[in-house]
């Protein structure tokens, strides 16, 4: 680093999903399959950051290689939410998401593949920021699903969240896949208001299926839009009701290639059998958890012969259709805003039924199916029955692709408008039991 040099975030705690590599540090994906492993390089995200100075405080846990949406399919530890330590603090990237509404660190890093990072930033109460698919290098990041996974930042403002996203966003040689397109700066010139901004309500994303208290949060979020000067016009996104359905088949696709190369051969856990048959099946019988299991079979059944055509390809058909429909929706609007979840944080082993889980994600995964850029931004709290804790709640805000500076000026112009940003509200934090 020269002499004189300026670091953007110097001295600034981070704190690192433990799906990224960082050199010489162990990288677990929160699985037992990787539980020894050490990382020989870093990734490219975070080398951008420290590289401006940040300073990496550690790992933070999530849902074993990403795969839920509570942080409770950890192998290795349990993450509570600092609202309630009752309730999960949402996943996959649930530990960062949690570190940051604690005050653990400043800012944290965490993937998207479905909502890994805007659900957990709503059941925290802190801004999560999935950018254009492409658009930060995922060079370093262990993939789950290769056409969908996403870094992006969480923090306690939009500022923050602007910040560490210019510094790591652009052209990575190490990372086919990300985008050679000049990256506008999305820091800086933020609008005072929303004055003359269509922000789309979904007609498809109708508020009268969620429960009443959680609905009047949305619908004054909705109002808070309008008084800052924003016109609500009704887009539809038709297709969209079929992305849970769309992504359950290809995530879990990609996630049964991805993860073949664990099998105890390489690196990793390997737990030794009469063959070389035998110890691929007992290393990732003991490896992998019921949840990472359960995808691979999925996906391995989506991708056999003679159900290919049938599942995944129809799948990738459906894909195409929604990203049209988000396409066709923004000719009449500039942003769309809906819920980020269609409840705060629930409580331990709530959702132990796979598809109730699956269906947190709801309002998430057509926008990670169609690559836009989206965030969730505090937006209200609610009560739930029987508790005195006042749980957070995100608005879920979503541009075209690459508009992510129109994206983070809307986001922080709600934000300034408001008064639910983390900073104005943080949590009250209990002592630990243990």
Not at 59 to 87: I, Q, V
């Amino acid at each position: 680093m020269a002499a004189g040099a300026v670091l953007p975030l110097a001295g600034v705690p981070l704190a690192i999903k433990d799906n990224m590599c960082v050199i010489g540090t162990r990288t677990t994906c929160a699985s037992k399959i990787l539980g020894d492993w050490v990382a020989p390089y870093t990734a490219t995200a975070v080398e951008r950051l420290l590289r401006a100075g940040a300073l990496p405080l550690g790992k933070t846990n999530l849902d074993e290689f990403a795969m839920g949406s509570s942080c409770e399919n950890s192998a290795l530890a349990t993450t509570h939410n600092p609202w309630d330590p009752t309730r999960v603090p949402g996943g996959s990237s649930g530990g960062s998401a949690a570190a940051v509404a604690a005050g653990e660190a400043v800012i944290a890093l965490g993937s998207d593949t479905g909502g890994s990072i805007r659900e957990p930033a709503a059941f925290c109460g802190v801004v999560g920021f999935k950018p254009t698919y492409g658009r930060v290098s995922r060079y370093g990041l262990i993939a789950f699903a290769s056409s969908l996974d996403q870094i992006g930042p969480l923090s306690k403002s939009v500022e923050d969240a602007a910040l560490v996203y210019d510094l790591m966003a652009g052209k990575d040689p190490c990372d086919a896949t990300t985008v050679d397109r000049p990256v506008e700066a999305t820091l800086g010139g933020f609008p005072k208001d929303l004055a003359g901004l269509r922000v789309g309500i979904v007609r498809d994303f109708a508020l009268d299926r969620l429960e009443p208290d959680v609905r009047a949060v949305y619908e004054a979020a909705y109002g808070d839009l309008q008084r800052l000067g924003a016109d609500l016009v009704e887009v539809a996104l038709p297709t969209a009701d079929y992305g849970v359905a769309t992504y359950y088949l290809i995530a879990p696709a990609e996630c049964s290639s991805n993860l073949a190369r664990f099998d105890g051969m390489r690196y990793g856990l390997r737990a030794e059998g009469a063959d070389v048959l035998e110890t691929y099946e007992r290393t990732r019988a003991a490896g992998f958890g019921n949840e990472v299991k359960r995808r691979i079979l999925i996906g391995t059944h989506a991708l056999s012969s003679g159900y290919y055509d049938a599942y995944y390809v129809r799948a990738q058909k459906a894909r195409t259709l929604i990203a049209a429909d988000f396409a066709r929706a923004f000719e009449a609007c500039d942003v769309i805003a809906c819920p980020a979840a269609a409840s705060p944080a629930f409580e331990f082993n709530a959702k132990s039924d796979p598809l109730a889980m699956y269906l947190m994600d709801y309002y998430t995964i057509p926008m990670s199916l169609a690559g836009v850029p989206s965030l969730s931004v505090p937006c209200g709290y609610v009560t739930p029955q029987g508790s005195d804790k006042p749980l957070p709640l995100g608005l879920e805000l979503t541009a075209p692709l690459f508009a992510e500076r129109l994206l983070i000026g809307v986001a922080r112009a709600y934000e300034s408008g408001t008064q639910h940003a983390a900073h104005r509200v943080p949590p009250v934090l209990e002592a630990s039991a243990r």
